[in-house]
Each structure stands twice: as structure tokens, then as C-alpha cells.
């Protein structure tokens, strides 16, 4: 088999592509910090044509005290990747569980670092699995099908 048929996998660039940070009201800064959080994370992906594809992580928290929202703190987290002689089976798998979970370390990192500089307390999100969501995402398909 030629070195040119052989899948090929790379990380050219990863990037922040989008950051918003937004504090609505300062009444959260007068009362006790026991917020509700709502977090919210997909993935999307473009293609770059020439075997390059960006794949984008979006991750929106929302924090409320009470009936207030205390902050909403979103990131568009992107990776540009090669995937050259990849099987067409394999694609989705890839783009939809392996590079969202090669980029959410860092889209974790700027939620992280732009909640603190608001002057919240830090939040460090847990890690997710994208392979077992991408599993359940299948499995769910499947079932709509039958």
C-alpha cells in the first residue's frame, strides 16, 4: 500500500474563534454566591476543502442567583484538522467525538480564566466524554429509524 493512500490525521491550529462574557445586573455581586449553572456544548463543523476541516466547539454557561442571570460566559473554541485518506465511516466518529475532545481543554481553560477576570469565583467545568455522547447520539438515531 502506498504511503499516499494512508489515513492521516493532524492538528494544524487550534484557536479561540469567538469569547463573550456578559455580567447583566451588579445586584449578584451584593448577594450569597450559590448559583445555578446551565451548561451547554456542541460542536459544529466546516469544511475547508483540500482534506482541512474546522471543527468548533461552542460551551455557554449561564449562571443565575435566584431569578437573576449572574453571568452567561460563551466560547467558540476551533481546531483546524487534516483528515486525508480517512474512510468515510470513520468521519463523523472523528469530527463529532475526537477533535471536540481535543479542543475542550482549552475552551475549558477560557471559561475558566474569563469568569474569574469577572470576578466570580472559579469554575472549572468537568471533563466530557464525547466519545460516550457520540455513542448515545448514534444509538438514539438508530432508534428513531426503527
Wanted: proline share 5%.
Amino acid at each position: 500500500m502506498s504511503e499516499e493512500l494512508q489515513p492521516q490525521l493532524g492538528l494544524e491550529r487550534i484557536y479561540t474563534k469567538d469569547i463573550s462574557f456578559e455580567v447583566p445586573s451588579v445586584d449578584v455581586f451584593t448577594k450569597q454566591w450559590q448559583p445555578e449553572t446551565d451548561i451547554n456544548i456542541s460542536a459544529s463543523v466546516a469544511d475547508l476543502g483540500e482534506d482541512y476541516k474546522e471543527v468548533t466547539l461552542s460551551v455557554s454557561v449561564t449562571a443565575k442567583l435566584e431569578d437573576s442571570v449572574a453571568f452567561v460566559a460563551e466560547v467558540q473554541q476551533a481546531g483546524i484538522f487534516l483528515l486525508k485518506n480517512i474512510p468515510e465511516a470513520d468521519m463523523d466518529h472523528l469530527l463529532q467525538a475526537y477533535c471536540p475532545n481535543i479542543l475542550f481543554p482549552y475552551a475549558r481553560e477560557v471559561i475558566s480564566d474569563i469568569v474569574s477576570r469577572g470576578s466570580f469565583p472559579q469554575l472549572l467545568l468537568a471533563p466530557v466524554n464525547f466519545e460516550q455522547a457520540y455513542i448515545q447520539s448514534q444509538l438514539e438515531a438508530q432508534q428513531v429509524e426503527a
